[in-house]
């Protein structure tokens, strides 16, 4: 898109067509009347929505305006499509603390929707589904690891040449992996809090001890996809959160990348990890619990990655439609 100031010294004429039609009509947001084979310009300040008093300083007001927009193909709101280059990936035991290895398939994951843009073009995109594959996480192993381990999980989602980061729904700068888990692997049977870590719907969050006693950093990407979706609440719930399995028309719980430390009693109170449940509301699945004693828990949820694509990129077919979304070249 070419700069107001350029269009003015290159295409003087065009600029002084839309002053004559589309500012007229309020196209610019400004105001004018011109008069053919006559070098004068009239400007009224009252009725143009900007605050200058003339046009060129209107004009100026739209092109610093122009600057700030970003350039970026898509607007919020958008679908696109876009399908990871993994078909497998194998998610090792000692990242999840589960039993077993378990493996996902990347490239299921297609359809994704624009939730942010920024300053420099770049935008974010979350997953519209679900992995059709839930992913366990267990113990002491499961909770140290949980928002690390998702956030491993979400980068096998990425698209070489499309994408510049990745990062799993509700991580919000949340520390990774728990060094030190003397609160919860046995080492103490103290509770490390008599405050159980909220759940809000708003607000901007925080993290608690370096992630032992949680976080509610994850409203960053609650709000972004609420913003998106939640006009919508028969589809998506209330809160815009509610998600779907892909392939299946069946609303699924999935991971949300944040912990939760809960409190009962001196003798109850536990570590858990966040999800979304199947209407969009904010649950927890225990992983490490104190009650008379030690005990672990596993817990097998959906996830949902959200991918950065790169500034400069541009769409190449579709029209942002969920039915047809806009391809990218």
């Not at 011109?34 to 605050?51: E, I, M, P």
């Not at 690390?148 to 949340?174: C, D, E, F």
């Amino acid at each position: 898109m070419k700069k107001i100031k350029e269009l003015l010294k290159k295409n003087i004429k065009l600029v002084i067509g839309f002053i004559i039609g589309g500012i007229v009509f309020g196209t610019l947001g400004v105001y004018a009347a011109t008069t053919l084979l006559s070098q004068s310009v009239y400007y009224n300040k009252s009725t143009s929505g900007a605050s200058s008093t003339n046009v060129q300083g209107a004009l100026d007001e739209l092109y610093e305006k122009a600057k700030k927009c970003p350039n970026a193909p898509v607007k919020l709101g958008d679908y696109i499509s876009l399908t990871p280059t993994k078909n497998t990936y194998t998610i090792k035991t000692s990242l999840t603390g589960y039993d077993t290895d378990q493996t996902i398939n990347p490239s299921e994951l297609n359809l994704w929707r624009v939730i942010d843009i920024h300053s420099d073009g770049s935008f974010d995109a979350v997953s519209e589904y679900t992995s059709s594959t839930s992913v366990y996480f267990r113990g002491t192993t499961g909770y140290a690891n949980f928002v690390g381990a998702l956030n491993t999980i979400a980068a096998q989602y990425q698209v070489p040449g499309k994408t510049i980061g990745s990062r799993h729904m509700g991580y919000g700068g949340q520390t990774s992996i728990i060094g030190d888990t003397s609160a919860f692997d046995g080492t103490t049977n103290t509770p490390p809090s008599t405050t159980t870590t909220l759940s809000p719907t708003t607000g901007t969050g925080e993290e608690y001890s370096g992630g032992v006693l949680g976080d509610t950093l994850y409203l960053k990407d609650y709000t972004l996809v609420s913003n998106v979706y939640k006009s919508n609440n028969a589809t998506y719930g209330s809160s815009g959160l509610k998600a779907y399995k892909v392939g299946t028309t069946a609303a699924t719980i999935y991971w949300l990348a944040s912990r939760l430390f809960g409190y009962n009693s001196a003798t109850y109170w536990g570590f858990y990890g966040r999800f979304v449940g199947t209407g969009g509301d904010l649950g927890d699945n225990r992983f490490r619990l104190f009650y008379g004693g030690w005990r672990d828990y596993a817990g097998s949820y959906a996830v949902r990655p959200i991918l950065t694509l790169k500034s400069g990129i541009t769409t190449s077919g579709g029209s942002g439609e969920k039915d047809n979304p806009y391809t990218l070249s």
